[in-house]
């Protein structure tokens, strides 16, 4: 059983670590490169844990409570656990008219998670997203980095099945 | 890889006279690598830019084109670059394209930079020369994972062959890029705080004055534009003005072609490269099809979530900004969206209004208390359960919420849309409270 209280101190990897210096070089200053830091973060380990922002400001010189600020800014950088897989479903009016809520209906049934939970496996995440600019296959959604047009109520849990 | 952006603007007839931003596109939907682009006329308008032309000249050449922005606001191209300051001792400029595509119902950048990242890139580099910046960056939305792939591809393609670095084509001029990917967030593609988010800040917009241009990124002149206005550059450039002022439509007080498209329920969605001053009903029947069978056209938008709704009746208005703004609203990005008589509106101005008031970014209050509110009352009025006085409340925060109340135009944007539903589809949103009324016994 874990502690509730995170006690671990988190410590870059050196692959996160050289990362992050490489992104600090292409700005005037390397504050600039905290999105991209903490996205480096979550590609390791799924999301940004605790103490994340600590070490991440340790190396651009920025205040921890800088880059915490950026982290809980922005709504694809996770501040809590999340899935293997994150399924984006596009929530535009276009998809709306598409029939999204349906969708969403069906994820709901098949994975019993609505948007901003995970399953209880920790497979799946769901989340809303911005118009994924498909508008023309509407209804959209994104699974991981794989975007999906056209898609229907019916055929969701046949996406779904393609990742473990 | 055939990618997903392969639609209908493949697949109509394309000539570079008449489609300076789609006739390299190819019939199979891959990208537009650099020996393609190359041998399809890329990177001339650069040659003649960078070696053949003076600086001054190139602003002007854009300038006299009548360019305008194609992000949504349609700011006059020119006029922006023309901000930029005169003063040779700032030599520390950005230019920054806003790839931030976001808006509901816009997918044209994401085309232009998947299957052409050269044209952008182009478009980039010419518009560079003319601001004198020395760095530009892609702010691009981190879900298009795609264009983010294709552009680094060619940006590397084109550092190899000597299109970006040191000394330009032989012409003393250095130019860098990256890309730089978000992570969410709408606002973001306000240009101010696309600015902030840059510089690794929460994505507030800023205070203006100052412009983007006397104090942008860093603290340095920046001039930010759209994808789609920078790949806008090199046919103008390479071709001239009075080509480029011959494009639009008899009447089109804008000039040149517009990507545009129609969605919905109509028998053929797509995004399709034509002239300004097409009629929306050419866009609609010719291009879209109509609507698919079994449904009706109830109302339609001309240009994104952030413009206002239109009846069936005003479709033979112009696809121009002047055009639409004689039907009473903008024509924003000018990718139109069909609403079908199976949609309620408050339903749908519920999701609108949920989109806006969650990405509100909080920074001021009337848009942040505000769209919340709307979203409450919408979402009262969908089950029924609206109280009297719920359709003043909506109107009030359509004018409190409106242009010149809020800190960006990110709230006006959302009650746009809301005041012109609220106008013509009253009795959908009267219904709201009527249900309730009913129920109550006498």
Redesign the interface.
Known sequence: MSTLIQTDRFVLSDTERSAIEHEMH????P??????A??IVQKERGWVPDGAADAIGAI?G?PAS?VE??AT?????FRQPVGRHII?VC????C??GGHESILGSIKNHLGIAPGQTTADGRFTLL???????????PAL?ID?D?F?NVDAGSVAQLLEAYA | MILTSMGPANRIARSAETHPLTWRLRDDGEPVWLAEYQAKNGYTAARKALVDMAQADIVQTVKDSGLKGRGGAGFPTGVKWGLMPNDESMNIRYLLCNADEMEPNTWKDRMLMEQQPHLLIEGMLISARALKAYRGYIFLRGEYVDAARNLNKAIDEAKAAGLLGKNILGSGFDFELFVHTGAGRYICGEETALINSLEGRRANPRSKPPFPAAVGVWGKPTCVNNVETLCNVPAIVGNGVDWYKSLARAGSEDHGTKLMGFSGKVKNPGLWELPFGVPARELFEDYAGGMRDGFKLKAWQPGGAGTGFLLPEHLDAPMFAGGIAKVGTRMGTGLALAVDDSINMVSLLRNMEEFFARESCGWCTPCRDGLPWSVKVLRALERGDGQAGDLETLEQLVTSLGPGRTFCAHAPGAVEPLGSALKYFRPEFEAGIAKQAAAVPA
Do not use: W
């Not at chain 1, 504050?31 to 991209?36: H, K, M, T, V």
């Not at chain 1, 800014?73 to 950088?77: A, D, E, L, V």
């Not at chain 1, 929530?91 to 276009?94: A, K, N, P, Y």
């Open positions: 292409h700005y005037e200053d504050r600039a490169a905290s999105i991209e903490l996205k651009l920025i800088d600020g950026v800014f922005y709504s694809q950088i984006r929530d535009s009016m276009t709306f008219i809303p997203v911005c118009c994924l600019g498909n508008c023309d296959k509407a994104m980095d975007t047009g």
